[in-house]
């Protein structure tokens, strides 16, 4: 069974900083993708950054040049390290992994439970 735990998330001021960490647990293969989303009160769940298993990433511009998605494919960890945190960037947090599933040979995504980052002004 394939598990996601998120950790890291807290409260922290404007400017301040913040590292979320992502545990996958389960045969997740070889070749996939995990990635980190955001969901505010009252808006659509949104992608935070990705890192496929190969270390390709992609970010939301949001987000470009305070944040960085890392991944150690031994330990099947994720991490977001979050810099020059503001106001906006509170939301829940949630880790994805995106696998391939060779029984019905498509994908198939994971969601962890989400962890809360609030960022005072």
């Known amino acids: 069974q394939v598990q996601l735990v998120e950790s890291g998330g807290g409260l922290v001021q404007a400017g301040g900083s913040l590292r979320l960490s992502c545990q996958a647990s389960?045969?997740?293969?070889?070749?996939?993708?995990m990635g980190w989303y955001r969901q505010a009160p009252g808006k659509q769940r949104e992608l935070v950054a990705t890192?496929?298993?190969?270390?390709?990433?992609n970010y939301a511009d949001s987000v470009k040049g305070r944040f960085t998605i890392s991944r150690d494919n031994a330990k099947k960890t994720v991490d977001l390290q979050m810099n020059s945190l503001k106001p906006e960037d509170t939301a829940a947090y949630y880790c994805?992994?995106?696998?391939?599933?060779?029984?019905?040979?498509?994908?198939?995504?994971?969601w962890g439970q989400g962890t809360q980052v609030t960022v005072s002004s």
């Open positions: 994805k992994l995106t696998i391939w599933v060779t029984l019905t040979r498509g994908w198939r995504d994971y």
């Open positions: 389960g045969s997740i293969g070889s070749g996939n993708a």
């Open positions: 890192i496929t298993s190969g270390g390709s990433t």
